[in-house]
């Protein structure tokens, strides 16, 4: 696709990403390349059978629409280079809209003073994009958000702890538990205080927990809490 002098493309030499490649025409210079979608891989099947690619290209209001093999629509950013997930449903409603343009102070001090933005991108892929909690249990206010890993393009959650500005990464290419290294198999996910996560983790006193915790989901199959045990973020399954 050409459009005022820039060819969109849609390579197919990759099977684990589905990436676009934006080149001036003039110049035959490739501008840039953006990471849209991976594909995660089952170890267990033939890989080229779970490969994805992308279907078709247009553009829409400033912003570049990916469409996948399985119908999965993607809107990109052209200015910011930010990938979402694009829901019709999901965008007409108020709050999805509003939150779109509320980045948490907490969140713009990581990424404007920190070493975040050199590697990572916000995902806006679900809606809420952030939550708030007491996730280390020290009285302040955390977030987690979600970010891409601007080379590998894998999806995962970072948590700025509220008194210190610190940022820790989990998934987007840092393994936790069984949800590896990726989190693009996530679709939902809420703060479940201490004592919701106690019990919903079996656990009568729950000596573990420090703080809030995190329910990460992917609807009709697993889901799993991630909490602060005093040192660093661990994963606790709760479904296959």
């Known amino acids: 696709m050409i459009h005022e002098g820039v060819r969109y493309v849609a390579p197919t030499d990759d099977g684990r990403r589905a990436y676009v490649e934006v080149w001036d025409v003039q110049t035959n210079k490739r501008l840039w390349e953006l990471t849209v979608f991976t594909n995660r891989i089952d170890p267990k099947l033939e890989e080229d059978v779970q490969w994805v690619f992308i279907k078709s290209l247009s553009l829409r209001d400033g912003m570049l629409m990916v469409t996948s093999e399985r119908g999965k ?79 590998t393009g894998k999806i995962g959650i970072a948590i700025v702890h509220g008194a210190t500005d610190k940022v820790i990464i989990l998934g987007a290419g840092v393994a936790i538990g ?28 729950a000596p573990d927990f420090r703080g809030d915790a995190l329910f990460v989901e992917k609807s009709e199959a697993a889901s799993a809490l991630i909490y602060w045990n005093g040192k660093r973020y661990v994963w606790s399954q709760q479904g296959d």
């Open 178 to 205: 069984n949800g590896g290294d990726d989190f693009e198999w996530m679709d939902s996910w809420r703060v479940l205080s201490k004592d919701s996560a106690a019990r919903e983790g079996g656990k009568t006193n």
């Open 73 to 151: 629509t993607y809107q990109v950013d052209l200015k910011t280079k930010t990938v979402t997930q694009f829901d019709a449903a999901q965008s007409a409603a108020p709050d999805a809209a509003a939150q779109g343009h509320e980045i948490p102070q907490a969140v713009a001090r990581a990424i404007t003073n920190g070493s975040l933005s050199k590697q990572y991108d916000l995902s806006f892929r679900m809606n809420p994009f952030y939550l708030r909690g007491d996730f280390n249990g020290d009285g302040n206010t955390d977030v987690a958000f979600l970010v891409q890993h601007r080379s």
